[in-house]
T-cell receptor, first 113, second 113 residues
Framework: DQQVKQNSPSLSVQEGRISILNCDYT??????FLWYKKYPAEGPTFLIS?????DKNEDGRFTVFLNKSAKHLSLHIVPSQPGDSAVYFC????????????FGKGTSLLVTP | EAQVTQNPRYLITVTGKKLTVTCSQN?????MSWYRQDPGLGLRQIYY???????DKGDVPEGYKVSRKEKRNFPLILESPSPNQTSLYFC????????????FGQGTRLTVV
């Protein structure tokens, strides 16, 4: 069963605006969350992460928010740029499992000029 | 340049013919893993290795074998490939098993006919 869910397969945003990508998880044992970005014909690349002891982590234009009570996290990209167009994967890991990454199915972001 | 290298990038093979996909990293990472990506299913972990000679099953290990005889290499072995193993495969490495900011290879697209 899918423990990490990205319910929006795709998202289209205008350049300069905010992109918000959402992710929900079901397993309360997850304690570390990551976002990866993937371009076609390339492997995923790490974007930003957040530990369960925090509720926000910021890195330049990218901010991840974690709401543990709702088991929900989101990635905000401000301002969005055409080069941000890619598939974004949410991932979560928990202790005592080799810290395997559990991935969502991904959200395809298109930033239009 | 820090990287994870997979070979081959593309492979078409026939059912039952043993094959090996190689993975090598040059970052002295302890933790390595294999994922497969299928449409509508995201990335799922096949096997992982916390260090040399330490390997364990991920979520979808059936039909696969791995070995970790040296730190930099983590080959994925399909002893008797079947069509349901047609997929896009990614190798990943990270500094340690508690550091899940993984670096991914570029992927191997395998087709089994």
């Amino acid at each position: 069963d899918q423990q990490v869910k990205q319910n929006s397969p795709s998202l289209s945003v205008q350049e300069g605006r905010i992109s918000i990508l959402n992710c929900d998880y079901t397993n309360s044992m997850f304690d570390y969350f990551l976002w990866y970005k993937k371009y076609p014909a390339e492997g995923p690349t790490f974007l930003i992460s957040i530990s369960s002891i925090k509720d926000k982590n910021e890195d330049g234009r990218f901010t991840v928010f974690l709401n543990k009570s709702a088991k929900h996290l989101s990635l905000h990209i401000v301002p969005s740029q055409p080069g941000d167009s890619a598939v974004y994967f949410c991932a979560a890991s928990k202790p005592n499992s080799g810290y395997a990454l559990n991935f969502g199915k991904g959200t395809s972001l298109l930033v239009t000029p | 340049e820090a990287q994870v290298t997979q070979n081959p990038r593309y492979l078409i093979t026939v059912t039952g013919k043993k094959l090996t996909v190689t993975c090598s990293q040059n970052m002295n990472h302890e933790y390595m893993s294999w994922y497969r990506q299928d449409p509508g299913l995201g990335l799922r972990q096949i096997y992982y290795s916390m260090n040399v000679e330490v390997t364990d099953k991920g979520d979808v290990p059936e039909g696969y074998k791995v070995s970790r005889k040296e730190k930099r290499n983590f080959p994925l072995i399909l002893e008797s490939p079947s069509p349901n193993q047609t997929s896009l495969y990614f190798c990943a490495s990270s500094l340690s098993w508690i550091n899940t900011e993984a670096f991914f290879g570029q992927g191997t697209r395998l087709t089994v006919v």
